[in-house]
């Protein structure tokens, strides 16, 4: 893997065997990795999200 990878954190992430085996096919289907299909899905939530309420800026991140 990249040293760019390496340096990412890691999520572990709980999910129904059923919803795991749908973005597998789903991210197959699209030539991706079930990792970049996952990223892909948060990208468009997020984007989204700021769509609707503002940009989530670092001030927000931090309150959190």
């Not at 954190?9 to 789903?26: C, F």
């Not at 299909?37 to 989204?48: D, F, H, P, V, W």
């Amino acid at each position: 893997a990249s040293d760019v990878y390496k340096r990412q954190p890691r999520y572990t992430l709980r999910i129904s065997q059923i919803l795991l085996d749908k973005i597998g096919y789903i991210a197959e289907y699209e030539g991706r990795t079930k990792n970049k299909e996952i990223e892909q899905l948060i990208k468009k939530r997020i984007a989204e999200f700021e769509a609707e309420h503002g940009i989530i800026d670092e001030a927000a991140l931090a309150s959190n």
